[in-house]
């Protein structure tokens, strides 16, 4: 089946009580059994749930994975992943990183004993570098946030093939239907659902898919041991949100590409940061990996102070000045006070994230209208 398709009808089947065509909310806790042990495949609503089962099976479907696991947020997703590391394992990770991936890497887990080295992914010399025999888990996030840094994740998984490791990949900003890292030779993939796989901005959500049994079964444990599952409401959505990725995705693609090349030709802007452009360092890299360069879009400008980019994200109209991305709405960020706030601003230099450098979540509106915008907010 191709894309689309499944986006559309992976693990929905018409509800065999009624025919309903959407999957119901169940929002029961409890299932009835005809003999202790005997039920329909449903005991207690953490362990599963009848609207949570159709999206785990769609999740699945669209990484080309055989099991998906569902969340209740992208940060329980990671949580997870963690917890199936033990005290004295090591973990390489991207320099440039979600902020919140970051936050939970120094500041929770390495309080457990686990010890994490943030190398430039970008070059698989530097993850060679750091690999001990401890090492456990190679954390990538490709392309990054905010830097949009693309790793080459073949040549990653097929350098540390023959250790004894899992590749993981936050497949966040690429979404499915632009990558599936699990085709490259990852062993996890993981999505803060909250963001494209919404898309909608209504739901805070998060994923895990994986073909291996042996790390199903353990994600298993994990999510009914721990609990961190979503409701039957917001899997309701994202039900509802995943049968339109495929076209949300195409729009953002445009609109993105759109306004990265139109914010070159702005004169107070010194650099725009988008897989899509030639000048892009992990352009080539990126046309092969991706099916498409996604709906962020980053840029300095050339006065690169705080001020210079708030009195921007102050004018903006369009584009709304908040956290997150993924939603068919524009939004605009600062990410060195906002979503990359946890991570000390001497790191942050040291990586790349700028005084001024903004950060835009291209939304599907007219794209004129979000040029318009950008162009009277960077008078
Ligand atoms: C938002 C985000 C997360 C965290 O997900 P939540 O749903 O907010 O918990 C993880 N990784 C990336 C790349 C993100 O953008």
Same mark, same amino acid.
């Given at each position: 089946?191709k894309f689309?398709?499944k986006a559309?009808? $992976?693990?929905?089947e *018409?509800?065999?009580t009624?025919?309903a065509?959407? @999957? =119901?909310?169940?929002?029961?806790?409890?299932?009835?059994?005809?003999?202790?042990?005997?039920h329909?495949?449903?005991?207690?609503a953490?362990t599963?749930n009848?609207?949570r089962?159709?999206l785990?099976?769609?999740?699945?479907?669209?990484e080309?994975a055989?099991?998906g696991?569902a969340?209740?947020s992208g940060m329980a997703?990671t949580d997870t992943i963690?917890?199936?590391?033990?005290?004295?394992?090591?973990?390489?990770?991207?320099?440039d990183?979600?902020g919140?991936?970051?936050?939970?890497?120094t500041?929770?887990f390495?309080?457990?004993?686990i010890?994490?080295?943030f190398v430039?992914?970008?070059?698989?010399?530097?993850v060679? $570098?750091v690999?001990? *025999?401890n090492t456990?888990?190679?954390?990538?996030? @490709? =392309?990054t946030?905010p830097?949009?840094e693309?790793?080459?994740?073949q040549a990653?998984?097929?350098?540390?093939?023959?250790?004894?490791?899992?590749v993981?990949?936050d497949n966040?900003?690429a979404?499915?239907y632009?990558?599936?890292?699990?085709d490259l030779?990852?062993?996890?993939?993981t999505h803060?659902s909250?963001?494209y796989?919404?898309?909608?901005?209504?739901v805070?959500?998060?994923?895990?898919m994986c073909?291996?049994s042996?790390?199903?079964?353990k994600?298993?444990?994990?999510?009914n041991s721990c609990?961190?599952?979503?409701?039957p409401?917001d899997?309701f959505?994202?039900?509802?949100s995943?049968k339109t990725l495929?076209?949300?995705?195409?729009?953002?693609?445009?609109n993105?590409?759109i306004?990265?090349?139109?914010l070159?030709?702005?004169?107070?802007?010194?650099?725009v940061?988008?897989?899509g452009?030639e000048?892009h360092?992990?352009?080539?890299?990126?046309?092969?990996?991706m099916?498409?360069?996604?709906?962020m879009?980053?840029?300095?400008?050339?006065d690169?102070?705080?001020?210079?980019?708030?009195?921007?994200l102050?004018k903006?109209?369009?584009?709304?000045l908040a956290?997150?991305?993924?939603?068919v709405?524009?939004l605009?960020c600062?990410p060195?006070?906002?979503?990359?706030a946890?991570?000390?601003?001497?790191?942050?230099?040291?990586?790349?994230?700028?005084?001024?450098?903004?950060r835009?979540?291209?939304g599907?509106?007219?794209?004129?209208?979000?040029?318009?915008?950008?162009a009277?907010a960077?008078?």
């Open positions: 089946m689309g398709t559309i009808h $992976a693990g929905v *018409p509800d065999p009624t025919g065509i959407m @999957t =119901p909310i169940y929002q029961s806790t409890t299932f009835a059994q005809a003999s202790p042990g005997k329909k495949g449903y005991e207690y953490r599963q009848p609207t089962k159709p785990e099976a769609a999740l699945a479907a669209l080309n055989k099991y696991f969340f209740a997703a963690i917890k199936m590391l033990r005290p004295g394992d090591e973990v390489i990770c991207a320099q990183m979600y919140g991936t970051y936050r939970i890497f500041r929770l390495s309080e457990f004993g010890k994490f080295h430039d992914t970008r070059d698989v010399a530097n060679k $570098a690999l001990t *025999p456990k888990l190679v954390w990538l996030e @490709t =392309p946030n830097l949009l693309i790793s080459d994740v990653i998984c097929q350098a540390l093939k023959n250790e004894d490791l899992m993981v990949v966040t900003f979404t499915p632009l990558q599936n890292p699990l030779g990852a062993h996890l993939v803060s909250t963001k796989l919404g898309g909608h901005s209504d805070v959500g998060g994923a895990i073909n291996d042996k790390l199903a079964e994600l298993h444990f994990l999510q609990g961190a599952v979503p409701a409401l899997c959505l994202l039900l509802r995943i495929h076209l949300r995705m195409e729009a953002h693609n445009k993105a590409a306004v990265a090349k139109f070159e030709t702005i004169p107070s802007v010194a650099k940061i988008y897989p452009l000048s360092n992990g352009h080539e890299l990126a046309k092969k990996q099916r498409g360069f996604g709906g879009v980053s840029f300095i400008l050339k690169d102070s705080e001020e210079a980019a708030f009195r921007c102050e903006v109209k369009v584009f709304t956290e997150s991305l993924g939603g709405e524009s605009a600062h060195g006070t906002m979503t990359h946890s991570i000390p601003v001497e790191r942050r230099l040291e990586i790349g994230i700028r005084p001024s450098l903004i835009l979540s291209v599907v509106e007219d794209v004129e209208d979000l040029t318009a915008d950008l009277q960077l008078r």
